[in-house]
């Protein structure tokens, strides 16, 4: 793929802009979140001409900004971020993307690595034996088509009313794990054919649940605000989506936003930036099936965190309780939603679009949990598989720039097929065991596509988060143990 050449230029060291004259019909400058060092792998694809584009959007409030972790995405880029005017601005189903409510679920526990010593093999088939993985997975939670809708409706709590989770966990869910817009009349037939064999269960590609150990506090007296102890501590990190359910959700909404773009006379510069007005009957529709999409997602990592819970519970002989196997958070990184922030002086409602980025609200913000609310909106940011992953916290400076954003994860340099090809030959399981790092996968090109080289580096990503201030250094921690569909 040709490098992109247009224009970046430097704002400081961790902002670059691609300005409005750049191509006619911006409505306001694109915004990029970087280091000097990370822009030749940023212009490595047309990831920055997909901001310059998501300027064309009607109604767009600010800028049309990308964390760190850009990469080329369909319509808007992974790592996207902007924000729409609820009366006249749309909703681009391209500024989510096809797994909605793709997000991180966080356990913490009082366990140490000394206690798990020689068991976390055992601990991870225990994970593989209890949670189903890989593409076409079938999932231990039997639904029927209404009780499907009632998932949709009620997100995780659905689960831990069946006795799956704690009820402290909404509590430390972004939204409380459900979005009250979700309506199931809007979703498709084919959706729910989808989604009915797929809840629970952990998915392939970049999905994960890993066994990790606290490796370094930067924050200690936020961390232990977040139950991060000390180093040592042994955690858990679920990452996964709404599996076939989104991503039918998404492809029905784009065919009817393309018809939308004609009936409602929409001007775009890439017909994969689809979108209606907010306030339309498209755009009403298309927020109402995402968000049963995304209370899908909620109930999915609900149900695997609870499956999490008790493989803990056989491999050490201890309850979960008494294992202190607590939830810290659980974010979405692919999701539209309606909020309210300052512009121009005044609070204002707007449809922000995170695609690949997270919420990362301020100290003192009312949608975060009261636990938390003196040190900021915990962030989780996974690595890849043979690195390390890092918890941030939320600031203020976010919401002055990014509506409240912050990245979410490494972001890729490679394609599947290109890290794929690259891995020929090699042993992806065998260099992780050397690394002592325990994995069990469905298959072999799953490990060889999500390799190290893969992926930019998460250090480097939150570090030039954390310079730009849009978030803050709390905890490093790294895996033991791998789970991969």
């Not at 850009?70 to 790592?79: E, T």
Request: charged share 25%; net charge neutral.
């Amino acid at each position: 793929m040709a490098e992109w050449s247009g224009p970046l230029e430097k704002i400081d060291d961790f902002r670059w802009r691609i300005p409005e004259s750049y191509k006619p019909g911006m409505r306001t400058d694109g915004i990029i979140y970087a280091t000097q060092e990370m822009l030749n792998d940023i212009r490595s694809d047309k990831a920055p001409e997909q901001v310059a584009n998501v300027a064309f959007l009607p109604g767009i409030v600010g800028q049309s900004m990308a964390m760190p972790d850009i990469h080329l995405g369909y319509g808007f880029p992974i790592g996207g971020v902007a924000a729409m005017a609820y009366d006249d601005g749309v909703v681009s189903p391209g500024g989510v993307g096809y797994d909605i409510n793709c997000g991180v679920r966080l356990l913490r526990s009082d366990l140490t690595i000394d206690d798990i010593k020689g068991k976390v093999r055992d601990i991870a088939d225990q994970f593989y034996l209890n949670i189903p993985v890989g593409v076409g997975g079938v999932g231990n939670v039997r639904v029927d088509e209404l009780e499907l809708k009632q998932v949709m409706r009620k997100g995780a709590k659905w689960m831990i009313e069946r006795g799956l989770g704690w009820a402290e966990d909404l509590e430390v869910c972004e939204q409380d794990g459900c979005m009250d817009n979700a309506d199931p009349e809007g979703v498709s037939a084919e959706a729910i054919k989808r989604g009915r064999p797929q809840l629970g269960t952990l998915g392939s590609g970049n999905h994960f649940l890993e066994i990790q150990v606290v490796d370094e506090i930067y924050d200690q007296q936020t961390a232990e605000v977040f139950g991060i102890t000390g180093k040592g501590q042994i955690t858990v990190m679920i990452h996964t989506g709404s599996r076939g359910f989104g991503h039918q959700v998404c492809e029905d909404s784009l065919r009817v936003m393309q018809n939308a773009v004609a009936k409602y006379k929409i001007d775009l510069p890439d017909r994969q930036l689809a979108c209606a007005p907010i306030t339309s009957v498209e755009g009403q529709q298309y927020l109402g099936a995402m968000a049963c999409a995304a209370n899908f997602a909620w109930a999915n990592r609900q149900a695997i965190a609870h499956w999490v819970r008790e493989s803990f519970e056989r491999i050490m002989g201890v309850g979960a309780h008494k294992l202190g196997l607590r939830q810290v958070y659980d974010i979405a990184h692919n999701i539209a939603k309606i909020e309210r922030h300052t512009v121009a002086g005044k609070l204002t409602k707007l449809c922000v679009h995170r695609k690949g980025a997270t919420r990362a609200f301020a100290p003192g913000h009312p949608d975060i949990p009261e636990r938390y609310r003196s040190v900021g909106q915990p962030v989780m940011v996974p690595g890849d598989m043979a690195r390390y992953s890092f918890l941030l916290a939320g600031t203020s400076a976010a919401m002055e720039q990014t509506w409240g954003s912050t990245c979410h994860g490494a972001g890729r340099l490679l394609s599947r097929s290109a890290a794929i090809k690259r891995m020929k030959g090699k042993d992806v399981q065998e260099e992780l065991a050397r690394r002592g790092i325990v994995v069990r996968a469905k298959g072999r090109d799953t490990l060889s596509e999500e390799a190290s080289y893969a992926y930019k580096d998460a250090a480097e990503v939150v570090e030039a988060c954390a310079g730009a201030n849009i978030s803050r250094l709390v905890a490093k921690m790294r895996p033991l143990g791998v789970v991969k569909g």
